[in-house]
């Protein structure tokens, strides 16, 4: 049986009867891509979908059925989602339909992010416009089947008035998609299914599908345009000073807008909109269209969405369940025993290295967030401490601790730690903090586990540690000027936490004497930490 629609029709509550019968005299309609993520993975989107559709929606060749709806499925890269709404001349109908199938993704887990960023893999937010039957030459040429002058100066006409739409995107997903060969205003396709022509307009992101009110005044806007170039054609002599006669005049005035050349981005926008204004349907779609006008705005709405659909359709925010919920081994078994949770558990990546039963704490981790929907904060990398090492040590990538912080008492301690960590994230291949990077990006915390707890295979206190720090537990910055200074001391006179981690040093004198070429290296890479640290 299809999955109930209870998300779908919240998400789109808004949208009035009204709004239902703004409309136009051409079918619109699109195939939006995005992009799974789970702990900054993408996930393959086929893979995904299998595992979670099989059983309750009809397959197709690259997707499933949702009924009355459209489709959920995967592009000619089946690591790419994408979703097929069933076209209408309401735009607000095609946003109805995108609700209820994003629903069918939040009904089942919504452990997910559906990125409509390019970060991980270009994605594409395609729209489609429907060419009069009657007059199909005038578009595409019968014996050649190509565009035709016409269809081309249609085009670039649309084109035209996209350049504002663009200030509303994030400029750097633009040059991701750009660099690698899509997102290109000159890009459009024509669609020839029997006696019907489509007109595919290729260069806009997959942003507009972040928000129902962002989708909803998307295509309305290129709607209202279509129609005008359509209708009206002589409407663009109104503008011709502005009009863009070629593809290199296309990918120019494009790269200029990407590159925030204000001047000219504020004049041709200036234009644009008093132009648009005057434009046939202009009356109908007024509200949809000022509001993507506030660029601003419409940033915001996209980043406080994360660029997630799910978040961004109300359709994916949880509470962090409780910690008795998490701990509780009976309740996580009987959640397991009530769905197929195995293959989903197998798709949620969470990385650690080879050390004895690390991937049993992972294993652990992982049935927990999938049995709770727990939308964890944060990406965990797990390794293994060595023997002597009692109690955890959890760290971020900038070297700040979360817990292991009272075995810091000598600054030999911390300088051993520290190249500890730095051999941990090279090793689990995790990436030094940017200054720049965005808010949307989780933090990455590494947590070791102590060698006692592994063999026992003592989950319980690994999973407090985790809810901690998900529950907001801050880092602590280890400040060397405090500690005591024991640096150049023999071996014997350092601090114990050095001691242990530098065991294969400090255990005899003969393997220091064996091992003198190793050692010299390795006091070498010691004494260039210390000189740093102090």
């Not at 260069?203 to 345009?225: C, M």
């Not at 004049?267 to 660029?295: G, H, M, V, W």
């Not at 925010?317 to 197998?346: C, F, G, H, Y």
């Not at 990455?444 to 707890?453: A, F, K, Q, S, T």
Request: hydrophobic share 35%; charged share 25%.
């Amino acid at each position: 049986m299809p999955i109930e629609n209870k998300e779908a029709t919240k998400a789109g509550k808004k949208d009035t009867s009204k709004e239902l019968n703004k409309e136009f005299s051409f079918k619109m309609g699109a195939d939006p891509e995005f992009n799974i993520l789970f702990q900054n993975d993408r996930l393959n989107a086929n893979y995904v979908m299998e595992i979670l559709f099989k059983k309750d929606l009809k397959k197709k060749s690259m997707g499933y059925v949702v009924p009355k709806a459209g489709e959920l499925g995967w592009d000619g890269c089946s690591s790419t989602g994408e979703l097929r709404p069933l076209p209408s001349n309401k735009p607000a109908k095609i946003v109805n339909h995108l609700a209820a199938i994003i629903a069918q993704f939040s009904n089942k887990i919504k452990l997910f992010n559906l990125s409509t960023l390019s970060e991980k893999a270009s994605v594409g937010g395609h729209i489609h416009f429907e060419l009069p039957k009657d007059n199909i030459n005038n578009f595409m040429s019968e014996t050649e089947g190509k565009p035709t002058a016409t269809m081309r100066r249609l085009h670039r006409c649309l084109s035209l008035f996209y350049l504002p739409l663009i200030l509303a995107e994030n400029s750097e997903n633009n040059r991701m998609r750009i660099s690698s060969s899509y997102g290109k205003l000159e890009d459009f396709r024509l669609n020839r299914q029997d006696a019907a022509l489509t007109y595919e307009f290729r260069a806009p992101s997959a942003e507009w599908l972040t928000t129902p009110k962002i989708a909803n005044a998307t295509l309305s806007y290129l709607g209202v345009v279509f129609n005008e170039f359509l209708n009206h054609p002589e409407s663009a002599n109104k503008i011709k000073s502005l009009l863009l006669t070629n593809n290199r005049q296309l990918n120019t005035v494009q790269e200029l807008t990407l590159g925030g050349f204000s001047a000219i981005n504020n004049f041709l926008c200036s234009k644009i909109k008093k132009a648009l204004r005057q434009f046939e349907l202009y009356p109908n779609f007024k509200d949809e269209i000022e509001f993507l006008f506030n660029t601003q705005r419409v940033l915001k709405d996209k980043e406080k969405a994360n660029y997630n659909i799910l978040y961004g359709w109300n359709m994916g925010k949880t509470k962090m369940p409780t910690q008795r919920q998490i701990m509780s081994e009976r309740k996580i078994k009987e959640i397991a025993l009530s769905k197929d949770m195995e293959n989903i558990v197998e798709m949620i990546n969470i990385r650690f290295n080879s050390d004895s039963n690390c991937e049993v704490f992972a294993r652990s981790l992982k049935e927990r967030v999938v049995a709770l929907n727990w939308q964890l904060k944060n990406n965990y990398y797990i390794f293994g401490l060595r023997s002597g090492i009692n109690n955890y040590i959890a760290f971020n990538p900038a070297k700040e601790l979360y817990c292991g912080q009272e075995q810091v008492v000598t600054k030999s301690d911390w300088s051993e730690l520290f190249n500890l960590m730095s051999r941990v994230q090279v090793k689990l291949g995790v990436s030094n903090p940017s200054a720049n990077k965005p808010k949307s990006i989780r933090n990455d915390v590494i947590i070791g586990i102590p060698y006692r707890e592994r063999i026992k295979l003592n989950t319980k206190e690994f999973t407090r540690k985790i809810i901690d720090i998900e529950k907001g537990l801050k880092p602590v910055v280890i400040n060397s000027d405090i500690l005591q200074n024991d640096l150049g001391e023999p071996l014997e006179g350092r601090g114990q936490l050095f001691k242990t981690l530098a065991q294969d040093m400090a255990n005899d004198k003969i393997n220091l004497i064996n091992n003198g070429e190793d050692l010299a290296a390795r006091w070498l890479r010691q004494r260039n930490t210390e000189a740093e640290l102090e």
